[in-house]
C-alpha cells in the first residue's frame, strides 16, 4: 500500500441524484481531514449523478466517477466500490445526507487500531434516528439490539450502512449480497462467525429532505434475515466460510 496515498477510499453509492451529490461532496470533503479518496459509484453512463460528478471532480481530484459494471443496485455498487479502493480502509456512506461525514476520521481510526469493521450507531448512549418510517426504523432497531446482545456482533446497529472496514477483511471473506444495502449486516454476520472486533461509535441519523429512498423493505427484508441468522453460530475459518459461501449454504 502506497503511504503516500489515500488512508481513506470513501464508496458512495448513488442513483439518479442529480445536482444534491454536489451539496453531499461539499460536506464530505468539508468533513474528512485525513487523505481520501471518494469513490462515487454508478450503475448507468446516463444517471442524473454523472454530469455533476464529473464537473466536481475538476476542481477536487480526490472525487473520482467510478461506473459500477458489476451489475444495477446498490449491494453491488458498494461491492465494486470496495473492490477498486486503494486505501486500507474503505467507508460506506450514503449519497443523501443522512450521514454525518465528520464521523469519519473516527471510523478509519477505529479500523487502523484493530477492529475489522466500525460501525456508526443509532442505538448506542448518544446516538439518534430523526425521521424515517416506523417500520423499518422500529425493524432495525430490534435486529441491531438483539444481534448485540444476542448475538455479541459487537455493534447495536449492524443494519446501518455507515460503516469503515478493513479493506483486506473483505477481500478475505468476499461479498455475497447482491441486492439491496444488507451488505452492512453480512459483513458484521461474517465478523462475529470469525470472532473478529468489531467496534462503534454513536451517530445521529437524519432522514433525507431530497429525492426519495431506494431502500425496498419487503423486496429487501429476506436478505437481511438471512445474514441476521448467520449471524448466529460457531466459530467459523476464513476457509470454511469461504467455502459455505461457495455452496451456497448458510
Not at 481513506?8 to 453531499?24: L, N, Q
Not at 443509532?122 to 434516528?129: A, L, N, T, V
Not at 470469525?194 to 426519495?212: C, F, H, K, M, N
Request: some cysteine; proline content about 6%.
Amino acid at each position: 500500500m502506497n503511504q503516500d496515498g489515500p488512508r481513506v477510499s470513501i464508496v458512495v453509492p448513488v442513483h439518479d441524484e442529480g445536482e444534491a451529490i454536489v451539496s453531499c461532496l461539499d460536506r464530505i470533503l468539508q468533513g474528512v481531514t485525513l487523505p481520501c479518496e471518494v469513490l462515487v459509484v454508478y450503475d448507468d453512463p446516463t444517471d442524473t449523478t454523472v454530469p455533476y460528478v464529473e464537473k466536481y471532480a475538476q476542481a477536487a481530484p480526490s472525487v473520482v466517477p467510478t461506473l459500477n459494471t458489476y451489475g444495477p443496485g446498490p449491494a453491488r455498487a458498494i461491492r465494486f466500490g470496495i473492490d477498486h479502493a486503494s486505501a486500507a480502509v474503505a467507508v460506506v456512506t450514503m449519497a443523501d445526507g443522512s450521514d454525518d461525514p465528520e464521523q469519519i476520521d473516527d471510523l478509519v481510526k477505529l479500523v487502523e487500531r484493530g477492529v475489522v469493521i466500525a460501525a456508526a450507531s443509532r442505538y448506542m448512549s448518544g446516538g439518534r434516528q430523526i425521521g424515517g418510517p416506523p417500520l423499518k426504523s422500529a425493524l432495525s432497531k430490534a435486529a441491531g439490539l438483539s444481534l448485540f446482545w444476542l448475538g455479541r456482533v459487537g455493534t447495536r446497529d449492524a443494519t446501518n450502512s455507515f460503516k469503515a472496514y478493513s479493506t483486506d477483511f473483505v477481500r478475505e471473506v468476499g461479498i455475497d449480497s447482491d441486492a439491496g444495502f444488507e451488505i452492512g449486516i453480512e459483513l458484521v454476520a461474517k465478523a462475529r462467525r470469525l470472532r473478529r472486533r468489531v467496534a462503534e461509535i454513536p451517530t445521529i441519523w437524519l432522514e433525507r429532505v431530497e429525492g426519495d429512498s431506494r431502500f425496498r423493505l419487503a423486496q429487501w427484508i429476506p436478505h437481511y434475515l438471512r445474514w441476521y441468522r448467520f449471524a448466529f453460530g460457531r466459530r467459523l475459518t476464513v476457509e470454511e466460510l469461504r467455502a459455505g459461501a461457495e455452496a451456497g449454504q448458510r
